[in-house]
């Protein structure tokens, strides 16, 4: 996974749970990893956009903790760029599954 | 590198594979099956959860059709194919659908009886049945919902066999057909990935392969064969021919069923075990209403579609379900391998047609829901918005547009489609690729159209129908 994918995990997850956390990151980057060359590449190349537009918002001041940076991908996922808006989707769909199926497991 | 010599090559072991497999096999052929995914237990993972997306699915199941909108897909990828990860549902291709396709696709013999016949014999094969008791109440709220608005519902048959207890085991193809392949003497070899075939002439003399072993060590494989089958799916097999050199209509032409879902909330808890059998057929063949898997972590997506908040729906969760509207599409879509990408591109373009039906699907689904008794509709419309009464659905029409719909599809036919018209199909009537002597298709790849109904019930008898053909050429 690059620096900001691991960010947007790490800030879509909702448990404190250090083993949650971490059960999720690994099904994200395993899947990230498994995903056809295509379209690993076009998300890869996004990471790097937002990524690189997250840290410049960062340095001025205006995307501080997770918090704000979740607020950020609510906007880009409803925004006018479609690309965009599936970058966001796409990681987030992973994130949820994942956590919500380890919650269950461990309910279970 | 290591050779391997076979009579027979099928390449891939789900509902096409296996039973081409078996089928073979049975009548004293030298087969070798290989497969690209896993041997994994049918019982390691409950179905539908995270570890099966891991191990049983291609792309841990999030694969995607590039277009407008993109639509994910999901497809097995382990031995037994795609039978190993749905939902068992079973429906014979449809008489009027077969007559139809024999006529435009000028298909030789491809008349209902001789379907009838060949699924006679799969459905003994395998045991198809329906549930011997009640349904679960994820089933019987689409039953309750048609009931209530007049609508045609039915119970679907499934590949399941059930013990005295009512338990019930889906019959996959690694529990039925390769097992019985086995037993007539055929080999199975997982985790090995054709990359193409070995071509002279207008023979396949076989294929250049790739094998994973446990301990991560990779072997470079030829094995050679008189005759090769390639029952690799939809996405695949085409992948594969044109890897191979053979791009003559094999790729294009896709279809697929276009679905949207709806997480429905309900009063009381639901099922979260199985997906609902049940399925309004009022509006088939161009729109299908049922039910989808449902555990924790498909209702967490189900309700992130609308991009809402949702914590409240999801602290509820053990009273939610997931359903769908799957349409019959116009549009099509396309197979390309690209040289140097092991996967290859998936594009699909729906029609302003299909959108409007899905439009159509979605508000009819809702309305069938709200009657059933749900109090709460989350539907795969980014914005939504949620609905509580059945005078808000009207919103649904506006709101599904290309940039707001979330559509997905497990279904996906017609790659290499069949039939005498060369200038539209890949292969003839029964599968033998054109211009080539010994390599056939069989598979999904094969249907010329997607039939409006779940496939797998199709691919099997049109397999065994193809196999029989063979051993009597």
């Known amino acids: ?56 918002l960062r340095a001025l001041g205006r995307l501080d903790g997770d918090d704000a940076l979740v607020a950020r991908l609510h906007s880009w996922e409803t925004g006018p760029i479609g690309v965009v808006r599936q970058y966001v989707r796409a990681m987030k769909s992973l994130v949820i599954f994942a956590e919500n199926e380890l919650a269950g497991s461990r309910a279970a | 590198m290591g050779t391997l010599d076979t009579e027979i090559l099928v390449i891939g072991s789900g ?72 939902s068992g549902l079973y429906h014979r291709l449809p008489d009027s659908l077969a007559a139809d396709w024999e006529a435009r696709y000028a298909i030789d013999g491809f008349t209902p009886e001789e379907l009838g016949r060949y699924a006679d014999r799969v459905e003994r094969d395998l045991g198809v049945s329906t549930l011997p008791g009640a349904p679960p109440p994820s089933s019987a709220m689409l039953e309750r919902g048609a009931t209530k608005l007049g609508w045609r519902n039915v119970e679907f048959a ?27 003497g055929a ?54 021919l044109q890897r191979s050199g053979i791009r003559r209509n094999a790729g294009n032409g896709l279809k697929m069923h276009p679905t949207v879902k709806i997480a429905a909330r309900f009063p009381h808890p639901i099922d979260h075990g199985d997906v609902p059998m049940h399925r309004v057929t009022e509006f088939a063949p161009s729109l299908t209403i049922g039910g989808s898997a449902s555990r924790r972590g498909h209702i967490a997506m189900a309700l992130a579609d609308t991009g809402l908040p949702f914590d409240d729906a999801l602290a509820d969760w053990q009273n939610i379900s997931v359903y769908y509207a799957a349409i019959r ?45 749900a ?74 159209d997607a039939p409006g109904v779940n496939p797998q019930a199709a691919i099997m008898a049109i397999a065994a129908r193809n196999c029989d053909q063979f051993l009597a050429s």
Request: proline content about 4%; hydrophobic content about 40%.
């Open chain 2, 187 to 240: 080999t199975i070899v997982a985790d090995c990935r054709v990359q193409r075939l070995l071509r002279q002439g207008d023979r396949v003399v076989g294929v250049r392969a790739r094998r994973r072993h446990p301990g991560g060590a990779v072997e470079r494989l030829v094995i050679r064969a008189d005759h090769v089958f390639v029952c690799a799916g939809a996405v695949e097999t085409p992948a594969l």
């Open chain 2, 15 to 86: 509902a096409g594979g296996g039973i081409t497999a078996a089928r073979l096999a049975d009548a004293g052929r030298r087969v070798t099956v290989v497969e690209e995914g896993p041997w994994v237990d049918a019982d390691a993972h409950e179905p539908f959860s995270l570890e099966e997306m891991v191990t049983k699915y291609r792309h841990h199941g999030a694969s995607l059709a590039l277009g407008n909108p993109n639509i994910a897909y999901a497809e097995g990828r382990c031995v037994g194919g795609s039978t190993e990860v749905n």
């Open chain 2, 329 to 373: 599409s116009d549009g099509s879509g396309r197979v390309l391998a690209i040289p140097g990408l092991a996967s290859p591109v998936v594009t699909y373009k729906l029609t302003d047609g299909d959108l409007s039906r899905l439009a159509r699907g979605i508000v009819h689904l809702g309305e069938l829901l709200l009657a059933a008794g």
């Open chain 2, 158 to 184: 499934r590949v399941f066999r059930y013990d005295a207890a009512g338990r019930g085991t889906k019959q996959t193809m690694s529990r039925t057909m390769l097992p019985r392949a086995l037993g007539a």
């Open chain 1, 1 to 56: 996974m690059l620096w900001f994918e691991r960010e947007v995990v790490a800030a879509l997850v909702g448990s404190d749970d250090p083993g949650v956390r971490s059960s999720v990151e690994a099904f994200v980057d395993g899947s990230l990893r498994d995903k056809p060359e295509h379209l690993r590449l076009g998300l890869a190349g996004e990471s790097m956009l937002l990524g690189g537009y997250a840290a410049a």
């Open chain 2, 375 to 448: 109090t709460e509709l989350h539907p795969s419309i980014l914005g939504g918005p949620v609905v509580r009464r059945a005078d808000e659905l009207g919103a649904w029409w506006d709101a599904l547009t290309r940039s707001r719909a979330n559509v997905m599809t497990v279904h996906l036919t017609s790659t290499v489609r069949m039939g005498e018209d060369r200038h539209r199909t890949g292969a003839d009537s029964f599968g033998r690729v054109w211009d080539h002597r010994n390599l056939r298709v069989n598979d999904a790849s094969l249907l010329p």
